[in-house]
């Protein structure tokens, strides 16, 4: 399609209204011919929405096709809506929520799942997910931690990347599908974890933690990206011109389209940084944001500004272009329709290969927290008690697309699935809901049922809808009602698995010394209950290490691994005038990086191939890892850089290489990785991108606690 030709013939409304999305329920009048909810709080006409460019959150192909085809109709010049949705973990087979996928440290699987979810939801007619989201974040209490990869920049990059590739392929098939990355910038730094809140920082951080994973994802072919609805430093972001402009497009050299979150143009009102809607869409368009999802500054507003000569019609032209590009790359001028087919639609949800996907994901991504020589329990086992709130529900996670709970296993599923024939009994013992105070009645017969089980399972934490957007925590430690089930069950049977479900670090401090065994399932999705008994009876062994730091306390938070040293770092306990807490240590309950497993590991300490190197050279650092235990497992051998001293104070490790390997009993492999300038360098207090000269204390380690290092120096 020429699209230069196709703009020359569009009229200024067309073109404007290219710059529209709303959801699908706003393209569907009702009986009457009306148009309905949110159509009608935004005062939507059918003239308004005949020609608008994109729509997102139908219900499925058929939708899809039916919305297109009437779109098609309607559109004077032809222009295909783009359908985009919240393809999150899955779109009907749904896998584990992206904090557990950080947990996985495994690209491969990341990409593999991201690679079924883009064939399900291709044929379910989605274009465009608002997916990965790549927030960094480093406090517990927000919302949203489960959806991003965690605390660390360079984890959250290759797994940004990772996602971006399996979403995308090479876009030649119409099972590949678009990658909206967000939210465009720091979203996961909102203060005080409560969610849309402020987030102030200097760039430093902003480039060195914040903007890493967002440009992994550009870098990776990402073909959208989505403005965040904080401000950054004031600004926020739909209209931070030096965000959207100066650093997305002309350092990174995105050219593809910008599109607000829900409603983020009108929000700059409540920001107080527009004074109305008409200020709104300047601002924006100022910034070079291309879509506006779900609010009508743009639709109410561009020709007036026009007309009074404030803006100038390229910029709208730009815009267009930029979302015509799209559309033409996807084919949608030729096939409107694209991958959009019922019946493979529904041959593939949930079908055996995609869940076997899914039950991979589950297994990989749980971390083993502790293990005193209870696990894996016996599958012979006559008489196992599942108790907790979570027993029966079906972990999904948030954002599950089209996911049903009442297609996903649940843990009594997946233990009877696992045993033949024992006895499988089940007690709620508390509700899971949060602050709850314990119900004696509830907690008498878990009880009772533990008494009985020669095994207890015991499933606590977080349900899904108790994280996610608008559901930050001021509280993460478990409800009164879930420590007293805890202690209660341990107390009558020695024989306790503790399941956590959760959607961010929760404080374990209460239970840690009750339950001789605890592992991290996060949210699991559609195979949570077959991957839990999978791991429970040993078919498969733990390999996840934590993506976020476990908290000790609640008041540590923010807590996480690459802090800075300070002027009084606190290097033994109790040290007075140093950073730290007179009430409590520094140190988590749980660190960055750290798993346990079936098996145990040892690792050498790190050797160079060479002590000193110079700009251009390239040092090979290596470490031999062996398996120490009986049975064969994988660990996850890390690779952690600390620059001792540079024009800006530096962390005192930072992650800049994994590797996951399998070792089976005894054997050992030797593991290595090049350091060169770019695992040096760091935004300097010049504004270059480089490393500088002096030494560097590297670690190869099993998790981020590591003191074993040797020293490198860059002349
Ligand atoms: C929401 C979320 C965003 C999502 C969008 C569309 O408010 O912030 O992540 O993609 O709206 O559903």
């Not at 085809?69 to 919240?86: A, G, Q, R, T, V």
């Amino acid at each position: 399609m020429d699209i230069k030709k196709l703009l020359q013939k569009m009229t200024l409304e067309q073109k404007i209204a290219q710059l529209c999305q709303f959801s699908a329920r706003c393209l569907v009048a009702d009986e009457t011919g009306e148009l309905t909810g949110p159509a009608k709080d935004l005062n939507l006409s059918m003239k308004d929405i005949a020609c608008c460019g994109s729509t997102l959150t139908f219900a499925d192909a058929n939708s899809m096709i039916a919305i297109q085809k009437k779109h098609m109709e309607l559109d004077p010049n032809k222009i295909p809506l783009l359908f985009m949705h919240d393809v999150i973990h899955g779109y009907r087979t749904i896998y584990p929520i992206q904090l557990a996928l950080g947990a996985s440290w495994d690209a491969d699987i990341v990409k593999k799942c991201s690679r079924m979810s883009a064939r399900e939801s291709a044929a379910g007619g989605v274009h465009v997910t608002f997916a990965p989201m790549v927030d960094l974040v480093r406090d517990a209490r927000w919302g949203r931690c489960m959806e991003s990869c965690g605390e660390d920049p360079y984890l959250n990059s290759v797994m940004a990347r990772a996602q971006v590739e399996g979403y995308q392929g090479n876009l030649d098939s119409d099972e590949d599908i678009c990658a909206c990355v967000k939210h465009f910038a720091a979203y996961g730094a909102a203060e005080s974890g409560k969610d849309y809140n402020t987030v102030d920082m200097s760039e430093y951080n902003l480039r060195e933690n914040y903007l890493c994973a967002y440009k992994s994802a550009v870098e990776a072919g990402a073909q959208m990206i989505m403005a965040s609805f904080n401000t950054i430093n004031g600004v926020p972001s739909i209209a931070n011109k030096w965000l959207l402009k100066d650093v997305l497009r002309d350092e990174w050299g995105f050219d593809k389209p910008i599109i607000s979150d829900y409603s983020a143009f009108a929000e700059l009102v409540n920001h107080g940084y527009c004074s109305n809607e008409k200020e709104c869409a300047k601002a924006a368009l100022d910034a070079t944001a291309d879509i506006e999802m779900m609010s009508v500054c743009y639709l109410r507003n561009l020709t007036s500004l026009l007309e009074e000569g404030r803006i100038k019609e390229e910029q709208i032209d730009e815009c267009v272009l930029r979302i015509l590009e799209l559309k033409d790359k996807l084919g949608l001028f030729e096939n409107p329709y694209r991958g959009a087919n019922p019946e493979k639609e529904k041959a593939l949800a949930l079908c055996p290969e995609h869940r076997a996907i899914a039950r991979e994901a589950a297994q990989k991504c749980a971390v083993l927290l502790k293990n005193d020589n209870i696990l894996p329990l016996n599958k012979n086992t006559k008489n196992i008690a599942v108790i907790g709130p979570w027993s029966d529900v079906g972990m999904l996670g948030e954002w599950p697309a089209h996911g049903e709970p009442s297609e996903t296993v649940t843990v009594i599923e997946g233990v009877k699935n696992a045993l033949n024939n024992a006895s499988v009994t089940m007690a709620k013992g508390c509700n899971g809901v949060l602050n709850e105070l314990p119900d004696d009645e509830l907690i008498n017969e878990a009880v009772c049922a533990a008494e009985k089980a020669d095994a207890v399972i015991l499933c606590i934490g977080e349900h899904s809808k108790q994280s996610g957007e608008a559901h930050s925590r001021a509280d993460i430690t478990l409800s009164p009602a879930q420590i007293k089930l805890v202690k209660e069950v341990c107390a009558v049977n020695k024989n306790s698995v503790c399941v956590l479900f959760c959607g961010r670090p929760i404080v374990l401090t209460d239970i840690i010394d009750t339950v001789p065994a605890i592992f991290v399932a996060w949210q699991p999705g559609t195979e949570a209950g077959n991957a839990v008994a999978d791991l429970i009876f040993g078919d498969v062994n733990f390999e996840g290490r934590l993506p976020m730091t476990f908290p000790l306390h609640l008041g540590q938070v923010p807590i996480y691994y690459n802090q800075m040293n300070t002027g009084r770092p606190k290097l033994v306990p109790n040290q007075i005038f140093t950073s730290g807490y007179i009430d409590y240590p520094n140190d988590p309950l749980f660190p960055f990086g750290y798993g346990l497993s079936y098996t145990s590991f040892e690792i050498s300490s790190p050797v160079l191939s060479k002590t000193q190197m110079n700009k251009g050279d390239k040092v090979v650092v290596s470490a031999r890892v062996k398996n120490t235990g009986a049975v064969a497992g994988k660990t996850v051998v890390q690779l952690y850089i600390r620059d001792l001293f540079a024009s800006r104070t530096r962390p005192v490790k930072e992650l800049k290489g994994f590797e996951k390997v399998y070792l089976e009993p005894g054997e050992e492999k030797e593991v290595s990785f090049e350091i060169t300038e770019k695992e040096l360098a760091f935004h300097t207090a010049s504004g270059k991108f480089e490393a500088e000269a002096g030494d560097f204390h590297i670690f190869v380690a099993l998790d981020s606690t590591s003191k074993d290092l040797v020293t490198l120096t860059l002349k």
